[in-house]
């Protein structure tokens, strides 16, 4: 499984921005597609995931601001994130689970700053 993300960006806090992320290659094994941010120092923190039957879960401090959604036609996984604070910059990555092998595909990451 190969990702790419797009859509990284810089924003004034209040404003929105949307990421992208197109899977490619061994889709169908493909459990759940989820977007991750790190910030220097800190572990990676899980922001949403999405599984493949449609279900979603969000980190605490984005929910009611992001959402994430799927296309599967296009084997591409979205964060609409909205209302952007000064602590959501981060380098924001995607991900791809395979909960049969366990086994987890990382995009390159794109880097999210929001300005106060």
């Known amino acids: 499984v190969q990702l790419q993300a797009f859509g990284g960006g810089s924003v004034q806090a209040g404003g929105s921005l949307r990421l992208s992320c197109a899977a490619s290659g061994s889709v169908f094994s493909i459990s759940s597609l989820d977007w991750y941010r790190q910030t220097p120092g800190k572990q990676r923190e899980l922001v949403a995931n999405i599984t493949s039957g449609g279900s979603t879960n969000y980190a605490d401090s984005v929910k009611g601001r992001f959402k994430i959604s799927r296309d599967n036609a296009k084997n591409t996984v979205y964060l609409q994130m909205n209302s952007l604070k000064s602590e959501d910059t981060a380098v924001y990555y995607c991900?791809?689970?395979?909960?049969?092998?366990?086994?987890?595909?990382w995009g390159q990451g794109t880097l999210v700053t929001v300005s106060s």
């Open positions: 991900n791809a689970r395979i909960w049969a092998s366990l086994d987890d595909y």
